[in-house]
């Protein structure tokens, strides 16, 4: 049989539920005896276990894909040892693939007709396109959008991090494990104006120190 397979991205920012929608997908995929399997860069290995968790409460066993690992060896080998093609790969946090692992997903899409459905970001907290992020642009079959609301109602598209202070963060590495950081999905317009508003609250400092002198109130308007 002719098989035809896809590669997908499914991208939003940060609390979009990617990972419980890849976990639902997983768990509707049990119901119907299809098979599938788990995938997540090795990023943050500190849980120790290798399982997709999400703040829901489901969580499903996967395979840790490291900076140098070669997916298309991988899943081939995965092939072999369970005798059979598999016909759905999930990958989560696919933001954090290199371009090449997104390449070799693609391969195993048209040459074994599997189908490789990637969630992740779309950007890093400077709003800059993830590695593996853009390499699933220019290439997935399919790019749907997770989409979820800032608090001021419109869609979110930057993931924000913020200091221990709550304070947005602009410089710093992609990737920051085990620090204070927190996150925050915020729509552009809002992540623009609180930076504006801190940006701001942080000079006023400076306000207080600049003297006016009273003879510029006296210049005569025909200087304008
Ligand atoms: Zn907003």
């Known amino acids: 049989m002719y098989r035809k397979g896809k590669l997908y991205f499914r991208y939003g920012t940060m609390g979009s539920a990617k990972t419980a929608l890849l976990l639902t997908t997983a768990y509707n995929f049990e119901e119907r005896h299809i098979n599938y399997v788990c995938m997540k860069p090795a990023v943050d290995t500190r849980e120790g276990s290798n399982v997709i968790r999400s703040?829901?409460?489901?969580?499903?066993?996967?395979?840790?894909?490291?900076?140098?690992?070669?997916?298309?060896?991988?899943?081939?080998?995965?092939?072999?040892?369970?005798g059979e093609l598999i016909d759905w790969f999930l990958v989560d946090e696919a933001q954090f693939l290199t371009a090449?692992?997104?390449?070799?997903?693609s391969r195993v899409?048209?040459?074994?007709?599997?189908?490789?459905?990637?969630y992740g970001l779309r950007t890093d907290f400077k709003s800059h396109l993830f590695e593996g992020s853009?390499?699933?642009?220019?290439?997935?079959?399919?790019?749907?959008?997770?989409?979820s609301?800032?608090?001021?109602?419109?869609?979110?598209?930057?993931?924000?991090?913020?200091?221990?202070?709550?304070?947005?963060?602009?410089?710093?590495?992609?990737?920051?494990?085990?620090?204070?950081?927190?996150?925050?999905?915020?729509?552009?317009?809002?992540?623009?104006?609180?930076?504006?508003?801190?940006m701001s609250r942080a000079a006023l400092p400076l306000f207080d120190e600049i003297s006016i002198d009273p003879a510029d109130d006296a210049q005569p308007e025909s200087v304008l």
């Open 55 to 82: 703040r829901i409460g489901i969580e499903r066993e996967c395979t840790w894909i490291y900076p140098d690992t070669d997916l298309y060896h991988t899943i081939r080998n995965i092939f072999r040892s369970r």
């Open 100 to 105: 090449r692992q997104v390449d070799q997903l």
């Open 109 to 118: 899409v048209d040459d074994y007709g599997s189908n490789v459905v990637c």
């Open 134 to 147: 853009r390499r699933l642009f220019e290439i997935a079959d399919t790019i749907d959008e997770i989409k």
């Open 149 to 198: 609301t800032c608090n001021c109602g419109h869609k979110t598209i930057i993931n924000a991090r913020l200091d221990a202070n709550g304070g947005i963060v602009d410089e710093g590495a992609q990737v920051m494990i085990g620090g204070d950081e927190r996150y925050v999905a915020v729509c552009r317009k809002c992540w623009r104006n609180r930076r504006i508003e801190q």
